[in-house]
């Protein structure tokens, strides 16, 4: 029997919508403040994911830097769809126009140029009924789950919006979903907020007007309250296999330490199987470690390599930048088989700086560049936002450990460093600074993690210790917001190379 582990999707990638097409699964997910936007990935069987593009790839979609960018702005929970031979995501940007809709030919692209539509609120949702009818479910400004019924191509309301059903009585009733299925309608909902009390919800009725009937074991998943390793499970969508079976992807986390337990790599993508009672409610499994894989042929995709030597055209789709990424600030081209980062702004503690980074997908891993500040001064940062990151930086003869915490910030170590290129590396393991929690990890694992930065390879006899950081202080539970680790280069001043960025997981320790 095959076996595939959650999550399917590692890191910061939060509130997932998927649909099918033939034997092809698409995913989208949140991107917040960062830009490309709405990352999209590709599968044939809901276990292998491989992304193949952002749905908002071009400055010219989206007014960038985004107005009033903030750490956790920008875009929100997306919904795609296939509808009439194209492809559909519906979004929220909420520092500035709402709510949207971009359609495509394919789903590698190119995608439209947004089509804005005049409902005030986050989350919205796109089905059609047979007649071509388009219903937009979305979360309203006061709260509640309204409805409305748009022209998905023009934009225009011609119907509404109106409250609609709106859950169990769980706070924050939000990320609609709706689904006709046999004779029923069905809204699937999110309730009791995004942190620990999160669940799914479900309610059916004879038309997208209603009246709707909740399920009565509603929540319909949820691991509020128990010592479940994966928490804040919520944010679903459903969808159908080619075998007639049926799944559910949502969003979870991955707490560790002891309590408060945090985490750090954001909000991640899972798979749990589904099953229909014979009185048409959906039965969820809870979001299981491991589970007998989706029916039908594996189609493994190839990872992604572990180290970039910047030798293409153009960036993967996997690299982010927060608010924005002027042209004028990278170059491929400038120094080739090199990334060069021009500075814009003196620090990392403000929108504007220059910064190229991934998400952070595993507890454990190294990552590792070889930099050639020149006579600029940059190198590899942790972010989590603005006001919470941890730095590595060359320039001036000296590498350092900066760590900015909330209003804090400090420059931790200072070390002489020689002329010419440099190999950094910053390395997240896990921690025995903190207790192991006996309830969520069994006592199996402490946390979250230490991050400790070299100069050189900390494997090599001549690597130089700089500093060791506790992780916590970059995590959700200190920083709030929406989003998770992301680990990349950056420059503060003038312009520096890049030769080659390395992303390696480390086997997770026993302990």
């Keep these: ?22 034997d092809d699964y698409y995913l989208v997910c949140s991107s917040f403040e960062y830009f490309p936007g709405l990352p999209l990935f590709h599968s044939r069987d809901l ?16 007014p960038l830097p985004l107005p009033g960018s903030k750490a956790s702005g920008g875009l929100y929970a997306p919904t795609i769809r296939h509808h ?52 937009c479910a979305f979360s309203g400004p006061r709260g509640g789950i309204n409805m409305a019924r748009i022209d998905p191509v023009t934009g225009e309301v011609l119907e509404g919006p109106f409250r609609t059903w709106s859950g169990s009585g769980l706070k924050f009733p939000e990320a609609p979903h709706l689904y006709r299925i046999g004779d029923w309608w069905y809204l699937l909902i999110a309730e009791g907020g995004t942190e620990r009390g999160h ?45 007639g079976s049926w799944w559910m992807v949502l969003l979870g986390v991955r707490p560790r330490g002891f309590t408060p337990d945090v985490h750090v790599l954001g909000r991640e993508t899972y798979l749990t199987p589904v099953e229909w009672r014979e009185d048409g409610w959906p039965v969820v499994a809870p979001v299981p470690e491991n589970h ?42 400038e120094r080739p088989g090199r990334l060069v980062l021009h500075a814009t702004g003196p620090t990392l503690d403000a929108p504007g700086y220059t910064f190229v980074g991934r998400r952070q997908q595993h507890h454990d891993c190294r990552v ?37 915490i909330g209003p804090l910030r400090q420059t931790l170590a200072r070390r002489p460093a020689p002329a010419g290129p440099l190999h950094l590396t910053v390395r997240m393991r896990t921690s025995d600074l903190v207790p192991a929690s006996p309830h969520l990890t069994g006592g199996g694992a402490t946390g979250p993690d230490t991050v400790d930065f070299w100069l050189g390879d900390p494997d090599a006899p001549d690597a130089r210790p700089i500093a060791e950081l506790d992780g916590r202080y970059l ?17 503060t001043q003038g312009s520096v190379a890049f030769d080659w960025f390395e992303y390696v997981p480390s086997p997770t320790p026993s302990v």
């Design 292 to 333: 007998a894989a989706p029916g039908g042929a594996w189609h493994p995709v190839p990872a992604p390599p572990a180290r970039d030597d910047f030798d293409a055209v153009a960036l993967a789709p996997h690299w982010i930048s927060p608010f924005a990424r002027p042209e004028a600030s990278w170059s491929l081209t």
């Design 199 to 243: 669940g799914v919800s479900i309610a059916r009725g004879r038309s997208p007007r209603g009246p709707w009937e909740g399920a009565p074991g509603n929540p319909l998943l949820s691991h509020s309250g128990t010592a479940r390793s994966i928490q804040n499970t919520g944010h679903a969508d459903l969808v159908q296999a080619p075998d």
């Design 475 to 491: 995590s959700t539970e200190v920083a709030c917001g929406f989003t998770g680790r992301v680990i990349g280069m950056y420059a």
């Design 84 to 135: 009439d031979g194209r492809y559909w995501v519906i979004s929220t940007n909420i520092d500035g126009g709402g709510n949207f809709v971009v359609s495509a030919e394919r789903p590698e692209g190119p995608w439209s140029d947004p089509v804005w539509i005049d409902l005030s609120g986050i989350d919205p949702d796109l089905a059609w009924e047979e007649d071509g009818t388009c219903w």
């Design 368 to 404: 590792s560049t070889l930099i050639d500040p020149g006579t600029g001064r940059g190198g590899l940062c942790v972010r989590l936002d603005e006001a919470h990151h941890y730095e590595l930086e060359a320039g001036d003869a000296e590498v350092s450990v900066v760590a900015r």
């Design 1 to 22: 029997m095959r076996v595939y582990d959650n999550p399917v999707i590692g890191g910061f990638h939060p509130d997932p919508s998927v649909c099918r097409v033939g």
């Design 47 to 62: 276990v292998h994911w491989e992304q193949i593009g952002n749905v908002l790839d071009r400055p010219g979609q989206l």
